[in-house]
Nanobody, 118 residues
């Protein structure tokens, strides 16, 4: 059974930084196209950054230039470095393996809460 365990969230002032981690167990991580998703209060979950098995990255326009996604296949972990945080970045952040641009492979983990205050 695949487990996704997100961590690293917290309360941060606008302009600050956080680094999120997602440990994946029970799956062949290195071949997976991985993504970080965000669900803001009252909104649908959205894909904010993804990284292919080959290391190619893609970002939503709202985070481009501020967030950086990376992966460590030896640790089966995907990271999201978030800089210059804004209040609109507030939400619960999840990771998952992409199945196309709109679907995911695995059941969602518990996510990690990020709250940015001004």
């Amino acid at each position: 059974q695949v487990q996704l365990v997100e961590s690293g969230g917290g309360l941060v002032q606008a302009g600050g930084s956080l680094r999120l981690s997602c440990a994946v167990s029970g799956s062949t991580f290195s071949s997976r196209h991985m993504g970080w998703y965000r669900q803001a209060p009252g909104k649908q979950r959205e894909l904010v950054a993804d990284v292919t098995s080959g290391g190619t990255t893609t970002y939503a326009d709202s985070v481009k230039g501020r967030f950086s996604i990376s992966r460590d296949n030896a640790k089966s972990t995907v990271y999201l470095q978030m800089n210059s945080l804004k209040p609109e970045d507030t939400g619960v952040y999840y990771c998952n393996a992409l199945l196309g641009r709109t679907l995911v492979f695995f059941s969602w983990g518990q996510g990690t809460q990020v709250t940015v205050f001004s």
